[in-house]
């Protein structure tokens, strides 16, 4: 049975075809039909928020130092287009016309409060999903504002049975699950929306494997390319409606 209504969300943008995490990645991205963009956080040495998945600059802009030891004046003084994006900026350009789906990279109190911050400062508290591997930053999460969706984040070769067993654990805390899209099958998604979580896998971006999870019920998935998976979900839905 196919989910009628499975979120698109666009992994750092649409980065199948531009650079990651730029406005250009989400401006593409929301064109092609993406439900939500996808937000990878660092902070800077002067408390910042900035669009960046990797702790240095080095892969996106051939610059090794790290982000933490970075002011906002040091990323100024960078080529514009290799500069991490401000979350401030990213909000403020897309404000509630779409979603967010936001990982804090270095889970710190003092970042997660200043995430929280930003989203109340730009009225987005029914825009943003919260999303992290560290379980503690989650709950931490929780106490700042309980009403800010939060998803657990599963490492690459987690078990579908190991999924299965913490479904009922995460559901204290967490609203929804992030499984690899291989640790997915149908007994995990029938257990994580017993347990009342939603399931959205990650990173998926060959036609067939969005089928099969378009086809298991789960309720959003993240690709490099949403007008790929928007496709596969038009088409997935026609023939079941047609059958």
Known sequence: MYAPHVSVIAHRGASAYAPEHNFAAYDLALAMGANAIELDLRETLDGELVVLHDATL??????????????????????????????DDVFARYGAGTRYWIEIKDARPDAER???????????????????????????????????PRVALYRPGARPGALRRSTARIASYANGIGPSSASVNASVVLAAHACGLTV???????????????????DGIFTDAPDRLRAVITATVRTQIAA
């Not at 929280?116 to 929780?142: G, K, M, N, P, Y």
């Not at 990173?203 to 019920?217: P, Q």
Request: proline share 4%.
């Open 200 to 218: 959205q896998p990650y990173t998926v971006n060959d036609r067939a494997e969005m089928k099969r999870l378009v086809e298991l019920g789960v």
């Open 114 to 148: 200043t995430l929280v911050d930003a989203i109340w400062r730009h009225a987005l508290l029914e825009q943003v999903t919260v999303q992290s591997f560290d379980r503690l930053s989650l709950r931490r999460i929780c106490w700042l504002d309980r009403s800010l």
């Open 58 to 87: 080095e892969r996106t802009a051939g610059d090794p130092r790290r982000i933490a030891a970075l002011t906002r004046r040091d990323l100024e003084a960078l080529d514009e287009s290799v500069t991490p994006l401000a979350l």
